[in-house]
T-cell receptor
Framework: GAVVSQHPSWVICKSGTSVKIECRSL??????MFWYRQFPKQSLMLMAT?????????EQGVEKDKFLINHASLTLSTLTVTSAHPEDSSFYIC????????????FGPGTRLTVL | GQSLEQPSEVTAVEGAIVQINCTYQ??????LSWYQQHDGGAPTFLSY????GLEETGRFSSFLSRSDSYGYLLLQELQMKDSASYFC????????????FGTGTLLAVQP
């Protein structure tokens, strides 16, 4: 149990275009979902926290107009990178918690974004 | 602000025991989590300390001392498959339950 999927697993796009990444909890209802980005050989940086039906809470320094997060249901959150540029190229990972017990976060497999 | 420091790299041999330290300057967290990440993969949960002291989960153990702002992950009977990055992450619980990841330690297990 506790499986989180992401789609797509990788994407290449042209500079200036927008890219949407989906994060789904497959076998549990996720009260909270998180979005991280990770550059090569670096740690995971939390971008934002989203709860179903409410606006996402962004970490300091993350542009909310550039990284649009929608948490429309208890099993789906989306991250849209708007007007992507080469510096947005990164590994984007989502995670989800069920709100039970310790609140362990279950991570998706990640999406590798390359902006040309 | 908050900071979490880990050694950047650790090398050990198969069968050995290795300790990965995590020192932090942060407060208000509920507990300290440890995650493993293989290259290009998703982080996976290893251990969690809600209270000070040692938590044992199979070959992995984790320790927390809030008074010393310090924790560590202990890996025993190292196997080649343990080669990965390891992150400590305070869990801030509550309404957000967010994790802030440490700098990460790349463990290389040699034959």
């Amino acid at each position: 149990g506790a499986v989180v999927s992401q789609h797509p697993s990788w994407v290449i796009c042209k500079s200036g275009t927008s890219v949407k990444i989906e994060c789904r909890s497959l076998d549990f209802q996720a009260t909270t979902m998180f979005w991280y980005r990770q550059f090569p050989k670096q740690s995971l940086m939390l971008m934002a926290t989203s709860n179903e039906g409410s606006k996402a809470t962004y970490e300091q320094g993350v542009e909310k107009d550039k990284f649009l997060i929608n948490h429309a249901s208890l099993t789906l959150s989306t991250l849209t990178v708007t007007s992507a540029h080469p510096e947005d190229s990164s590994f984007y990972i989502c995670s989800a918690t069920s709100g039970r017990g310790y609140n362990e976060q279950f991570f998706g497999p990640g999406t590798r974004l390359t902006v040309l | 602000g908050q900071s979490l420091e880990q050694p950047s790299e650790v090398t050990a041999v198969e069968g050995a025991i290795v300790q990965i330290n995590c020192t932090y300057q942060t407060s208000g967290f509920y507990g300290l989590s440890w995650y493993q990440q293989h290259d290009g993969g998703a982080p996976t949960f290893l251990s969690y300390n809600a209270l000070d002291g040692l938590e044992e989960t199979g070959r992995f153990s984790s320790f927390l001392s809030r008074s010393d702002s310090y924790g560590y992950l202990l890996l025993q009977e190292l196997q080649m498959k343990d080669s990965a990055s390891y992150f400590c992450a305070p869990n801030y619980g509550g309404a957000t339950n967010k994790l802030i990841f440490g700098t990460g330690t790349l463990l290389a297990v040699q034959p």
